[in-house]
């Protein structure tokens, strides 16, 4: 019996048949080559890691370079204590994901309240805020002493930012810095993954004389001189913000143990950090957009 491959019922059942063949294949595909992407992404993250601290290796010699460098890697809580038993390794957090979680937490909480939302994210991590997530800290060797290795994630204009800041043994000078980003402004803010922004953290410090916690801001044609900020990106004012509030942010809740290494014995209180008619712009990680940018200052 010939088959009219010109009828309505042929051409519906070849679709269908292609649809469902061409479904598979890319699945199994997909499926093949998860390892592979996998291992492409753990191997980035070493070699920001390893940037951070001022070693650049290819992507095949990142594992290695890692392992070579790497002194222990510990899980901090919400106060910057060292977990003794973490649920999850320091490698294997997913603090982009921990991230999304915790803006989407705050903003559900405080939907119908601006200030009071203002206010958690400004505490975020602090006053029983942030628990259950876990910290990640890399200690790495550089130059024969311990350097200490902190992802960050914030957002940016148009989505995520995030980073990786060193800090020497001290306890406050900044080694080296590496941030990256989604979907920045090229030439605006997507230069935060540039030498030319990253180079001037290094040798700031995030204590100031009197040992009171300041952090790194990212000032517009103020930094000059300061040993507490570096310049931000000329065109780039909302993402350097993003920066700025992503550092401070995340290495309040580091303090305590920054400060261990400082050996102080002074105790971590919370940041007053001031909001001038401005917020953090949340609306790329799907939570409501609130406002342009987050103005941070240190009282």
């Known amino acids: 019996m010939a088959v009219d491959v010109n009828s309505n019922k042929y051409t519906f059942i070849f679709a269908t048949v292609m649809v469902i063949v061409v479904a598979t294949v890319l ?13 492409n992404v753990a191997n980035e993250k070493r070699q920001n890691i390893l940037t951070s601290i001022g070693v650049e290796v290819e992507a095949a010699e990142a594992e290695a370079a890692y392992d070579e460098n790497l002194v222990e890697a510990l899980v901090l809580d919400a106060n910057g204590q060292v977990l003794e038993e973490p649920t999850v390794g320091a490698f294997d957090i997913d603090v982009l994901k921990d991230y999304k979680a915790g803006l989407s937490g705050i903003y559900k909480a405080n939907a119908n309240d601006m200030e009071a939302m203002k206010a958690a994210l400004l505490t975020w991590g602090k006053e029983g805020t942030g628990t259950g997530v876990n910290y990640p800290l890399f200690v790495l060797k550089k130059g024969g002493e311990n350097v200490y290795v902190v992802p960050m994630v914030g957002t940016g204009l148009w989505g995520p930012i995030w980073g990786y800041v060193t800090i020497a043994n001290d306890g406050e000078t900044v080694v080296g810095a590496v941030f990256d980003h989604k979907s920045e402004t090229p030439g605006l803010g997507a230069e935060i993954n540039q030498a030319s922004f990253q180079k001037p953290f ?27 900020g570096v310049d931000a990106i000329s065109g780039g004012t909302i993402t350097s913000n993003g920066v700025t509030e992503m550092i401070v942010r995340t290495l309040k809740i580091y303090e305590p143990y920054l400060l261990k290494l400082k050996g102080g014995a002074k105790t971590a209180d919370v940041i007053e950090l001031s909001v001038d008619s401005a917020s953090l712009a949340l609306d790329s990680l799907n939570v409501e957009l609130i406002g342009d940018s987050l103005e941070l200052s240190a009282e």
């Open 202 to 228: 290094e040798g700031k410090t995030i204590f100031d004389e009197s040992g009171e916690f300041t952090g790194i801001k990212v000032m517009k044609g103020g930094a000059k001189g300061s040993e507490h």
């Open 27 to 39: 699945a199994l595909a997909s499926e093949s080559l998860k390892p592979m992407q996998k291992k």
